[in-house]
């Protein structure tokens, strides 16, 4: 195993867990691929804000990391007039938790996007000054106008594009519907920004529409959440820029090779969320494909890999599979490899040995069936197909149960009577919050992460 070591970027290690034997004319191979970095620190290894200057920023040098901070300024903001005066707060606080060094700027959204501090197309750089200074002229944000949330995303990328640090991060906070932009508008904003930066997104009160904020943070390779109270922004808020300030290495790629004759079925995160990768993959040279997973501080990942193999017979044994972490390397050089794993393929006559599913495996199927029946469910809900519904929330609460996403079945319990959790029996709750609901359908794709893991 490889590992990358640098002063004050995390170590990455790849382990493998599969069950690699295969039955004669077995052609599927699953494996979970655990991807852990250490050594960067809940708070990248420096200081917060309060705290004294990071050793690792001197006034004066450039930054090393990039946050632009997008508040919904649309009129609805102001229904109750307590919704924006709990964004300003949640945005200073956001900035009090900014490190010293790091460039940010902040951007008013409605149906057009604008500067609120620096201004003049620049980044400021935090420190006692810019901050007091950032708070001072959020006063200046009262609500009034549309949403175009894309004409946010084109601006934070532009204001992003002007530093040249390895750590871009949007915060982009909205209460109401993209309703004054078309959803290609907002979709071409995405791909323009997609890989540029992430971005965490967030939706408060009950009026905005769930798949549009999913969908800015799956494109984007952040998360999504939302806040029914607008009391709670403020520690939010400051819960992602410590997430954001913790980043160490950015646009770390997991890179698949497969031999001549394998074929790639799937690809996908699966803790600590569901996210489908397959589709993004980028060719790296011959039979190699690199997959984006975005920025890394200390934490672990799990990702789900299935690829198909060519029939061999009993005995046999190939490589399936080669995953490794690459780094690109800022001097525009090879990518650097950060480590990898292997998943291989064996075949057996032994039934017991082929039959066997990996408990990982087995684990992250049933996690990503969650979030899929949890969608679907909700789905037939708003349609009307209430039978429909039933089953599919049924089978989430089943799953949910199983599995000991404790989480996830709190959430199911506030839409659903459950009458036996391990049958999946249920009924559908007559009245729903509709807080309760949007809850549910923007955390589905949480996951738990599988206990006592053994290889």
């Known amino acids: 195993m490889a590992n990358f070591s640098k002063s004050n970027v995390p170590q990455f290690s790849v382990d493998v867990y599969q069950n690699e034997y295969l039955p004669e004319g077995g052609r599927e191979v699953n494996a ?17 804000a309060g705290a004294s200057v990071s050793p690792s920023y001197i006034p004066g040098q450039a930054p090393t990391a990039a946050v632009v901070i997008m508040v919904d300024c649309s009129g609805s903001m102001d229904y109750p007039p307590t919704k924006m005066r709990n964004a300003r707060d949640a945005t200073a606080a956001a900035i009090d938790t900014l490190r010293d060094g790091v460039a940010f700027a ?5 149906h057009v996007a604008n500067e609120v501090y620096p201004g003049g197309g620049r980044l400021a750089t935090a420190g006692a000054r810019t901050r007091a ?10 609500a009034g106008g549309g949403t175009a949330i894309g004409t946010w995303l084109t601006l934070a990328d532009r204001l992003l594009a002007s530093a040249d640090v390895p750590i871009r991060h949007g915060i982009l906070l909205t209460d109401g519907r993209n309703e004054h932009e078309t959803p290609e508008d907002l979709r071409a904003a995405l791909d323009a920004c997609a890989g540029r930066f992430t971005c965490d997104a967030r939706g408060v009160g009950t009026d905005w529409e769930v798949k549009e904020v999913t969908g800015i943070a799956s494109a984007l390779l952040g998360t999504a959440d939302i806040v029914a109270d607008p009391a709670g922004l403020a520690a939010d808020f400051t819960r992602m820029m410590e997430n954001a300030m913790g980043k160490e290495v950015a646009d770390v790629s997991l890179r698949l090779w497969t031999p001549v004759g394998v074929e790639i079925v799937f690809v996908k995160q699966v803790a600590p969320t569901v996210e489908e990768l397959t589709d993004r993959r980028t060719e790296a040279g011959p039979r190699a494909g690199d997959y984006p997973t975005g920025s890394w501080g200390d934490e672990s990942r799990d990702y789900h890999v299935c690829v198909r193999v060519p029939e061999a017979g009993i005995g046999q044994e190939m490589l399936a599979a080669r995953v490794s972490l690459i780094l690109p390397d800022p001097a525009g050089g090879a990518p650097q490899p950060l480590s990898q794993g292997l998943v291989r393929a064996v075949w057996t006559d032994d039934m017991a040995a082929s039959t066997s599913i990996n408990p990982q495996v087995a684990h992250y199927t049933g996690q990503a069936e969650l979030a899929q029946v949890i969608q679907q469910g909700l789905d037939a809900r708003k349609s009307g197909d209430f039978d429909g519904a039933t089953a599919k929330l049924g089978r989430a609460v089943q799953l949910a149960a199983a599995s000991g996403n404790a989480d996830t079945a709190k959430l199911l319990s506030k839409v659903v009577d459950v009458v036996d959790a391990a049958t999946g029996t249920v009924r559908l709750k007559a009245k729903v919050a509709e807080a309760d609901e949007m809850t549910l359908e923007t955390r589905s794709t949480k996951t738990v992460r599988v206990k006592n893991v053994r290889k």
């Open 106 to 110: 902040v951007v008013a959204g409605t």
């Open 133 to 142: 200074e950032a708070k001072e002229a959020l006063r200046k944000l009262s």
């Open 32 to 48: 979970i691929v655990t991807v852990t970095s250490t050594g960067g620190g809940t708070s990248g290894g420096v200081p917060l």
